[in-house]
């Protein structure tokens, strides 16, 4: 006769859990915001989308009129 054996279950709890999942999940929404607000993107005239796009213009613009004088 073979004899199956029993599926064991264990009762593992988390090593650094000690406190709610909410007050977890809490702080660190609260932490996110902070670094959110507290970050500030540099403010460069020359890497900003609008300059990018009027420098292309203006460089698509005097190729143009240059190419007239060849």
């Known amino acids: ?5 029993k ?15 909410e007050g977890q999940e809490q702080d660190i ?3 996110w915001h902070e670094l959110k ?4 993107r540099k403010k460069s005239i020359l890497t900003s989308p609008w300059y990018m796009v ?7 613009v005097l190729w ?7």
């Not at 009027?54 to 460089?59: G, K």
């Open 54 to 60: 009027l420098f292309l213009i203006a460089v698509l």
């Open 37 to 40: 607000q507290s970050r500030t």
């Open 29 to 31: 929404q609260s932490k």
């Open 7 to 21: 599926h064991r279950q264990f009762n593992i709890k988390p090593k650094y859990q000690n406190a709610t999942d």
């Open 64 to 70: 143009c009129y240059l190419s007239g004088y060849e």
């Open 1 to 5: 006769m073979a004899f199956s054996k």
